[in-house]
């Protein structure tokens, strides 16, 4: 069966993804997506930037512009607002609501150039969120999108998808489940031609758990006032962060052999932070995403540092720091059987959080997150295959573009299903 | 973004019928999915089940008067999930109907009453006495007309994988769609589509971003274009 795109939609396509640290966005024209830093600045009431700049802007976002206006430290801990957290924003948090709405508004007014195009009426956009985001954020968005187009003109019609839905279909695959794992949460979603709600798991743990360990080392490095620089510790993550095949091995190769697993980051052009013979600290910043039970980590749980609130589905309560092996097994449990096997086939890892480097003379002791995840899947004995994403910055974007395209025209939303499109004309 | 039971219910029938060497097609209005293979189309619809089985049984009578009402495919099952199996009328009722049925468990698709042709018996049914004659009279001029169909099918197809080899980038490999008129086929029929008239093309940049890798060939494409069928037939 086949039968053919509509020229119009192609170019009325258009994808948001709203993440915890970055903001997709963009038309299917423009082939892949912008990204803003999902942060906005309250810039508070100055003569100063009113008179002397003509500057009369309540808010602003994207990191680009709000480093324009930053001031003091206490400024910043009132008025920087980073909107999502946890992948969700409170409903009565109208300050983070304020801040996506001028992302979405500054993102969509990129566009409106669209507008000149033949038959143009509008973006079919489709947004993609957390998959266990409360059900109010939908309703929000939804009046976002409604008061931008009354504002522009430029949205025609609106959805709400999963991000690992998303996902799965810049995968292009049906069945399959899907591991997205971000800043703020990991999320785990089986998928048959509907992501299988009941089976979903959303862990509150992600990039910012690495971060937190990446924290530590630097405090014990000797390099303490760096661990509330979140732009230093992210940089020493991702340059000296690394995937252990297994924890204990790992640790103990790089301590027989410190000078092969050592490294030095440089952070600045003043800055370099040496490992010296603390090179198996490398490990401990990648395991963390994979196993934060391990009992290595126990000392930081004790002070804190690793803090991660468990997780409650139906009416199991699951454990912050179980390992990601056992998450994906219990949420492949709560699916039909039929299609267990079918989906240990199609485990695909997705996300920012899961892009880890495997320097070449480390490989087999350091390793992807893909092998890593495969590891510790077969290590229970099953038969799985595990791939990543191809693209993990954009496939969310990808699914939403694709959403965007295909779904029909009259295919209006359902409530129950909680799909379809939200209409100018229909619904506001 | 809620997986439903009836969606399963497809996936093990598609499972079924593309394993039986089916090809599925765009379903007529009123069913969930339909299957073909040569000249004979098969309607699936899926019935969901209330908490009431009074209620089940007169919604399952009523479905079956519609399909035989509208015969629009030449056999036609309904599916039901074998978990509540015995809310339904006796299988005497689906035999003397026509329309068969299929119960899905956890071993996969059963044919509980095989379907009976129903475009056969509904002209015998239709076919006043007086004028008996014209029965085998249009049997043998449809059967025809599908075998010219077919025939041409067959060669659009050829023609399109002949045009793909020449020129790839001008004719990109597309899916069914969610709105308007075709821009181009991919090796089959566009669904007949009430929209308006497709928009112009440019001069070729929207045709180009079809053939990016996450869009050509995508399933979901299908996938999605189908939900409309489904939603309609649902309500």
Redesign the interface.
């Known amino acids: 069966m086949a039968a053919a795109l509509d020229a119009r939609r192609v170019v009325a396509a258009y994808g948001e993804d709203y993440g915890t640290r970055y903001f997709k966005y963009g038309p299917l024209m423009e082939r892949k997506p912008r990204i803003m830093e999902s942060v906005g600045l309250f810039l508070e009431d100055s003569p100063l930037l009113r008179e002397v700049y003509g500057i009369d802007k309540k808010l602003v976002v994207d990191y680009s512009e709000v480093m324009r206006y930053l001031g003091a430290k206490e400024m910043l801990v009132r008025n920087l607002i980073y909107p999502l957290k946890d992948g969700e924003i409170k409903r009565e948090d109208e300050r983070s609501w304020m801040v996506v709405t001028e992302l979405t508004r500054k993102g969509l007014k990129q566009f409106e150039d669209y507008k000149k195009k033949e038959g143009f009426e509008g973006f079919y956009v489709t947004a993609a969120i957390a998959a266990r985001a409360p059900e109010y954020m939908v309703e929000k968005l939804l009046e976002v999108h409604a008061k931008i187009d009354r504002e522009t003109g430029l949205v025609k019609a609106f959805t709400v998808i999963a991000q690992p839905l998303a996902v799965a279909i810049a995968e292009k695959e049906l069945t399959c489940v899907v591991v997205e794992s971000g800043h703020g949460n990991t999320q785990i979603t089986p998928i048959n031609s509907y992501p299988i709600r009941e089976a979903i798991i959303s862990l509150y743990r992600g990039g910012a758990e690495a971060d937190a360990v990446a924290a530590e080392v630097l405090k014990d490095l000797g390099y303490g006032d760096l661990a509330s620089d979140e732009k230093a510790v992210r940089r020493f993550k991702e340059e000296a962060g690394l995937v252990p095949l297994d924890l204990d091995r790992a640790v103990r190769a790089a301590r027989e052999n410190p000078q092969k697993f050592s490294c030095r980051v440089k952070l600045s052009p003043l800055l370099e932070i040496d490992l010296e013979d603390r090179g198996w600290y490398r490990f401990l910043i990648g395991e963390v995403v994979f196993n934060p039970r391990h009992e290595i980590y126990e000392s930081y749980k004790k002070r804190g540092v690793l803090n991660i609130r468990p997780t409650v589905v139906g009416d199991r309560t699951i454990e912050g720091d179980v390992p990601l092996s056992d998450a994906i097994l219990q949420s492949i449990s709560e699916t039909p059987v039929g299609i267990h096997e079918l989906l240990l086939k199609k485990v695909i890892l997705s996300g920012g959080n899961f892009q880890w480097r495997v320097p070449e003379e480390l490989k087999g002791v350091a390793v992807s997150a893909r092998e890593k995840v495969e590891h510790m899947l077969r290590a229970r004995g099953l038969s799985v295959e595990v791939r990543m994403t191809e693209d993990p910055q954009s496939s969310v974007w990808k699914g939403c573009v694709v959403w965007s395209l295909a779904l029909p025209d009259s295919y209006l939303w359902d409530e129950n299903r909680g799909e379809g499109w939200f209409k100018r004309g229909v619904h506001y | 973004?809620?997986?439903?039971r009836s969606?399963?219910l497809?996936?093990?029938v598609r499972r079924h019928f593309l394993g039986e060497g089916y090809?599925?097609?765009?379903p007529p209005a009123g069913f969930d999915a339909a299957f073909r293979k040569g000249g004979e189309l098969v309607g699936v619809k899926v019935f969901t089940f209330s908490s009431n089985p009074v209620r089940d049984r007169r919604a399952l009578r009523s479905l079956l008067y519609r399909i035989l009402r509208e015969r629009a495919c030449d056999l036609a099952y309904v599916v039901v999930d074998e978990v509540r199996y015995s809310h339904l009328p006796s299988s005497a009722e689906f035999e003397e109907s026509c329309v068969g049925l299929l119960k899905v468990g956890?071993g996969?698709v059963e044919v509980a009453v095989r379907a009976k042709p129903l475009r056969g018996a509904g002209r015998a049914l239709e076919a006043p006495a007086a004028g008996a004659s014209a029965v085998p009279l249009e049997g043998a001029r449809i059967e025809a007309l599908e075998r010219r169909i077919e025939a041409l099918e067959a060669l659009l197809q050829r023609l399109e994988s002949a045009l793909q080899k020449l020129s790839p980038e001008r004719a990109p490999?597309?899916?069914?769609?969610?709105?308007?008129?075709?821009?181009?086929?991919?090796?089959?029929?566009?669904?007949p589509q009430?929209?308006a008239p497709?928009?112009?093309?440019?001069v070729g940049?929207?045709?180009a971003?079809?053939d990016?890798?996450?869009?050509r060939?995508?399933?979901?494409?299908?996938?999605?274009?189908s939900?409309?069928g489904e939603?309609a037939s649902s309500d």
């Open positions: 973004m809620v997986q439903e969606s399963l497809i996936e093990a090809s599925e097609e765009e956890e996969g490999p597309l899916e069914p769609t969610a709105g308007g008129g075709a821009v181009t086929g991919g090796g089959g029929r566009a669904a009430a929209q497709p928009a112009p093309v440019g940049g929207e045709l971003v079809l990016l890798p996450f869009i060939d995508n399933p979901w494409i299908r996938s999605l274009a939900r409309a939603r």
